[in-house]
């Protein structure tokens, strides 16, 4: 149980195992989330380097195209 005190306040809040264990999967899923859709943006900029034939680009990361739209080709929740 954890018990938050606000500053100045005579009140503390308590919260309940169950709800420090929804507010932590909440977290958890906001995470993954983020993660996700931060991989399905790189992943299609990367296929765009790819598809513009930006070699010097994709040297400059240390792939190649094929290498490139393999990547590109995952689905975002595949790491």
């Not at 938050?4 to 989330?33: F, N």
């Not at 765009?48 to 994709?58: G, K, P, Q, T, V």
């Amino acid at each position: 149980m954890s018990i938050l005190s606000l500053p100045g306040a005579r009140v503390s809040i308590r919260r309940s195992d169950s709800e420090s264990r929804a507010t932590a999967w909440a977290v958890a899923a906001r995470r993954t989330v983020t993660g996700w859709i931060a991989r399905s943006r790189q992943r299609r900029a990367l296929r765009e380097i790819a598809e513009n034939n930006d070699f010097h680009l994709l040297k400059d990361i240390g792939v190649s195209q094929e290498e490139a739209f393999r990547e590109a080709e995952k689905p975002f929740w595949r790491r």
